[in-house]
C-alpha cells in the first residue's frame, strides 16, 4: 500500500505540473497573439492609415526579401512610413517594455519588495545622469557610438549600489529606508540630470533632452534597436535560468544559505544585470517609469509568485502595456506628441498608491 500511495502521489505531481506548465504555454501563445495584434494596430494608425494586411506585407517582404513573390500594390510613400518610420519604433516599445518588466521582478525579487521599480529606486535617474553627459556634452566620445550606452549602465550601476547600501539596516533590507533612499538619490540625480541640461550651449539640446527625459519612443531607428533587443534577451535568459534562485530568495536570507544559494554573488550578479539592461534602454528611449513595479505585480496576482512564470509573462504584458501606451501617446494629442513617460506615470502613480495602501504589499518576508 505504501508504495501504491507513493506511485499515485508521484502521478498526482505530474499530472499537476503538466497542468500548470500547460497553462503557462497557452497563456504566452494568447500574449503572443495579442502582442502581434497590439504591433499591427500600433504600425497602421496615424496621420496617414495603413491598411494592415500591406502593413505585413510590407514587413514580410522587407524581412524575408520576399518582393518577387508578393504582390507590390503600396507606393514607396507607404513603405517608408511602415518600415523605415512605424515599425522601428513599435519594436523598440516592445523590446523596451518586455526589458523594463524584467528589470522590475529582479529587483523586487532582489529586495524582496514589491514596491521596488528601477523608476521610484532612482536607477533610471542614474542613468540619465550619464546619458545627458553624452547627449549634451559629447562625455566618454572615445567609445563612439557605445558612449551613450556605457555612460547610463555606468549611472544606473553607481545609483542602484547608493540605494542598495543605504536602504540596509543590520544587513537587511527595509521598506522605508528602501523607499527613502530610492527618492532620496532619484531626487539628487534628476537634479544633476536637470543642471547637466540647463548647462547646455543650445536651446535645441535643452529641448531635445527634455523630451527624452520624460520617455520616448520618437527618435526610434534600425540601428538602435539591436543591443537593447540583445540586452534584453540575454538578460532574460539569465533571469530565467536562475528562476529558482529568485524563488530561494523571496523566501529570506537565512533559507537561500540554507538552501545552498550563494547570497552574495547572486545579489552582485543580479545588481550588474538590471543596472545593465536600465542603462541600455534608458540610453535609447529615455527614463519610462512605473512599467516595472506594475507588470510583474499584476502577473503575480494572476499567475503566482514562480518566476518561471512571472518573467515571460512579464515581459510579454509588458510589451503589450508599452505598444498601447505609446499609441495613446501619439493619438491624444495628435498631431502633435506626448512623452510616453506621462502616460505610463498617469497610470502608474495610482497603482503605486494602491499597493502602497494594502496591508500586503510587500512578499518573501521584505518589510
Known amino acids: 500500500m505504501p508504495k501504491l500511495e507513493q506511485v499515485q502521489a508521484v502521478s498526482m505531481g505530474k499530472e499537476k505540473k503538466f497542468?500548470?506548465?500547460?497553462?503557462?504555454?497557452?497563456?504566452?501563445?494568447?500574449?503572443i497573439g495579442l502582442l502581434i495584434v497590439s504591433i499591427t494596430v500600433a504600425v497602421m494608425m496615424g496621420p496617414v492609415p495603413i491598411h494592415p494586411l500591406t502593413v505585413w506585407k510590407i514587413a514580410i517582404s522587407k524581412i524575408f526579401s520576399f518582393e518577387q513573390v508578393i504582390d507590390r500594390d503600396w507606393s514607396m510613400a507607404q513603405e517608408n512610413i511602415i518600415w523605415n518610420l512605424r515599425f522601428p519604433r513599435v519594436m523598440l516599445g516592445v523590446v523596451a517594455g518586455a526589458g523594463l518588466a524584467i528589470?522590475?521582478?529582479?529587483?523586487?525579487?532582489?529586495?524582496?519588495?514589491?514596491l521596488a521599480d528601477p523608476y521610484i529606486l532612482g536607477v533610471s535617474s542614474g542613468a540619465s545622469v550619464g546619458a545627458t553627459l553624452v547627449i549634451i556634452f559629447g562625455a566618454f566620445s572615445l567609445f563612439g557610438q557605445y558612449a551613450l550606452v556605457l555612460s547610463a549602465f555606468l549611472g544606473s550601476?553607481?545609483?542602484?549600489?547608493?540605494?542598495?547600501?543605504?536602504?540596509?539596516?543590520?544587513?537587511?533590507?527595509?521598506?522605508?529606508?528602501?523607499?527613502?533612499?530610492?527618492?532620496?538619490v532619484s531626487m539628487i540625480l534628476s537634479a544633476v540630470t536637470s543642471f547637466i541640461v540647463l548647462?547646455?550651449?543650445?536651446?535645441?539640446?535643452?529641448?531635445?533632452?527634455?523630451?527624452?527625459?520624460?520617455?520616448?519612443?520618437?527618435?526610434?531607428k534600425w540601428e538602435y534597436i539591436p543591443i537593447p533587443a540583445l540586452v534584453t534577451c540575454l538578460g532574460f535568459l539569465f533571469l530565467w535560468s536562475q528562476y529558482r534562485s529568485l524563488n530561494i530568495l523571496l523566501m529570506g536570507e537565512d533559507t537561500a544559505v540554507t538552501l545552498g544559494v550563494n547570497l552574495e554573488t547572486f545579489r552582485k550578479l543580479l545588481i550588474v544585470v538590471?543596472?545593465?539592461?536600465?542603462?541600455?534602454?534608458?540610453?535609447?528611449?529615455?527614463?519610462?517609469?512605473?512599467?516595472?513595479?506594475?507588470?510583474?505585480?499584476?502577473?503575480?496576482?494572476?499567475?503566482?509568485?514562480?518566476?518561471?512564470?512571472?518573467?515571460?509573462?512579464?515581459?510579454?504584458?509588458?510589451?503589450?502595456?508599452?505598444?498601447?501606451a505609446d499609441i495613446f501617446a501619439r493619438q491624444v494629442i495628435s498631431p502633435e506628441e506626448m512623452p510616453i513617460g506621462i502616460v505610463t506615470a498617469l497610470c502608474g502613480g495610482p497603482f503605486f498608491l494602491w499597493m502602497l495602501r494594502r496591508s500586503n504589499y510587500s512578499f518573501g518576508g521584505g518589510k
Open 274 to 324: 538590471t543596472a545593465l539592461l536600465t542603462g541600455v534602454l534608458v540610453s535609447v528611449c529615455g527614463a519610462i517609469g512605473f512599467i516595472g513595479l506594475m507588470i510583474p505585480h499584476i502577473v503575480r496576482l494572476a499567475a503566482g509568485s514562480d518566476h518561471k512564470r512571472v518573467l515571460p509573462l512579464s515581459a510579454l504584458i509588458g510589451s503589450i502595456f508599452l505598444v498601447w
Open 19 to 31: 497542468s500548470i506548465n500547460l497553462k503557462l504555454s497557452l497563456s504566452i501563445l494568447c500574449l
Open 103 to 114: 528589470i522590475g521582478t529582479a529587483i523586487q525579487a532582489l529586495v524582496r519588495n514589491s
Open 157 to 184: 550601476l553607481i545609483s542602484i549600489i547608493l540605494v542598495y547600501f543605504l536602504a540596509q539596516v543590520s544587513g537587511k533590507i527595509s521598506t522605508v529606508r528602501l523607499l527613502l533612499a530610492g527618492i532620496v
Open 199 to 220: 548647462s547646455a550651449p543650445q536651446e535645441e539640446a535643452i529641448r531635445n533632452a527634455m523630451f527624452w527625459m520624460m520617455g520616448s519612443l520618437s527618435g526610434a
